[in-house]
């Protein structure tokens, strides 16, 4: 019999909450990405995540914590080789990445990549550097338009991206050429974690602007995880924002694409709404992608508070039944140098109506506890190969 029906992961994606011991061999000297946004602005509007517990959990600027937190807190430290999207989920759900994916944030992608991806497409590429986004876009959108090339771009993550304007690249074959990315990066000297479709909008300079027909290409998971271990037993595993993509719709039986996180937080008030058996996986990437990467702490403040209001909702319309976790993937310190992802703790904060009490728990040196303690809570197996420990009778 599950402790709990429903289980909901909503994953705040890059609120990490202070340096790792191994961060400075990332790069990552002394980051903190919710620390340091909190010593930035001072205070946030964020009432029912501290009464969570999220601020006695991690005490910055002028905020404290709160004397009878309503949820379960710990600090989960990442047992794999990385701080990307990827890495930070697939942990989540039983997988130790020990080898990470392979980034060409200095030299860009090699011309044997390049060349072949331009035979197979069909396109001239442009650009081929780390770049932002939009910024690559304001710089090369003029061009592509007018001679049929294709921007490709990479960042500081394990990426290949290719911007397409929607009037004149048309997505179908936007998606295609990105088709054809993922299966050239297959090889081992060029595996990216993942390949990203980038459509855009506009005429000229200024006028530029990203569609939300973002698509991501990511590789399979490196085995079975918890969700598939769900999905054989018949439960429901709703994905929410990037899920899908994450997984590559592995152990995904309904999936939800979002246009923000806002949004994101709405579909899942509308799912809670509905009568169903098992999880709910929420990533809400605009943390990371609108703030974090572009270092914003203003923006990423604002974020959370936005975030805050939708969990006050969703904390009312929870049933009896029903387990919250939330939690992150990775860190990204808007105060840090460059635009990479920071190696950082995660927040774990879990709450029902039915736990007897809040406070804090012992911290874990694993994301993995997440996906332990949901398979147990549904009485199913772990995959052969996983790690993870479930701290489920903790969470009563």
Known sequence: MSEYKRVFVIVLDSLGIGAMPDSPSFGDEGVDTLGHILDRMGTLDIPNLQKLGLLNLHTAGNMTGVEAPLGRYLRMGEASNGKDTMTGHWEMMGIKTLK????????????????????????????????????????????????????????????????????????????????????????????????????????????????????DYALKPSGATVLNALQDAGLDVIGVGKIHDIFCGEGITKTHHSDSSVHGMEQTLAICEEDFHGLCFVNLVDFDALWGHRRNVEGYAKEIEKFD????????????????????????????????????????????????????????????????????????????????NSILNKLT
């Not at 039944?321 to 879990?350: C, K, Q, S």
Request: glycine share 10%; charged share 30%; hydrophobic share 35%.
């Open 100 to 215: 990470p994916f392979i980034t060409f944030t200095d030299t860009g992608f090699p011309p044997e990549l390049i060349e072949e991806l331009e035979k197979r497409c069909g396109k001239k590429v442009i650009g081929n550097k780390s770049a932002s986004g939009t910024e690559i876009i304001e710089e090369l959108g003029e061009e592509e338009i007018a001679t049929g090339a294709m921007i490709v771009y990479t960042s500081a993550d394990s990426v290949l991206q290719i911007c397409g304007n929607e009037e004149t690249f048309d997505l179908d074959n936007l998606y295609r050429c990105c088709e054809i990315a993922r299966e050239i990066t297959m090889k081992d000297e060029w595996r990216v974690g993942r390949i990203i479709a980038r459509p855009y909008v506009g005429k000229k300079k200024g006028e530029f602007k990203r569609t939300s027909n973002r698509h």
């Open 309 to 388: 209001k939708n969990l006050g909702l969703f904390l009312e319309r929870m049933r009896e039944d029903d387990l919250l976790i939330l939690t992150a993937d990775h860190g990204n310190d808007p105060t840090y140098t460059g635009t990479d992802h920071t190696r950082e703790y995660v927040p774990f904060l879990a709450y029902s109506k039915k736990m007897a009490k809040g406070g804090p728990l012992a911290n874990e040196d694993t994301f993995a506890v997440i996906g332990a303690s949901i398979a147990e809570n549904f009485g199913v197996f772990m995959p052969e190969g996983t790690i993870g």
